[in-house]
């Protein structure tokens, strides 16, 4: 299986990182930010770099849906998985529009209520994971997995 993994650096990296038992049995894609702690990471993963910031800034909005729209057509997973920010949802809107699977995991920080990115990807997901308990009252179709940290 071919997975693209998609997420901003930071907590949203180390939670998708966490899910290492899974995507290491599979060929894969990573999209995140180039910062320090994304390339320590992903040392020796393939990987493609993008644009940040994302939050308000419309440019990169438009130049993450580019990227998304070329990485899907090069590299055509047949899964795209996520734990946000706002990176993902140009990924999750092309990906569906492309009839790829996706599968987004809600952050295990957002208790009270629900992400942004989280809320723009539910409807786009084949599958929408939770962390906990209380997050269904904001996703009823979400299956829990319990804490990746």
């Known amino acids: 299986m071919r997975v693209l993994l998609v997420s901003s650096s930071g907590g949203h990296l180390v939670q998708l ?3 290492s ?3 290491r049995k599979h060929e894969r894609l990573w999209v995140t930010f180039d910062t320090a702690d994304a390339v320590s990471m992903l040392e020796g993963e393939d990987t493609v770099w993008a644009f940040r910031p994302t939050t308000r800034n419309l440019r990169n909005l438009i130049r993450n849906t580019v990227l998304a729209w070329r990485t899907l057509r ?14 993902a949802f140009p990924f999750f809107l092309l990906a569906r529009l492309s009839r790829i ?6 952050v295990y920080d957002r208790i009270e209520l629900p992400t942004l990115t989280g809320r723009l990807c539910y409807p786009l997901s084949d599958l929408f ?6 997050q269904h009252r904001f996703y009823p179709k979400g299956r829990l997995i319990g804490r990746l940290l």
Do not use: M
């Open 21 to 23: 038992g899974w995507w």
């Open 17 to 19: 990182h966490r899910l």
């Open 74 to 87: 090069t590299f055509r997973p047949d899964v795209v998985v996520s734990t946000g920010a706002g990176v």
């Open 129 to 134: 994971l939770l962390q906990w308990e209380e």
């Open 101 to 106: 699977k996706t599968v987004y995991v809600e």
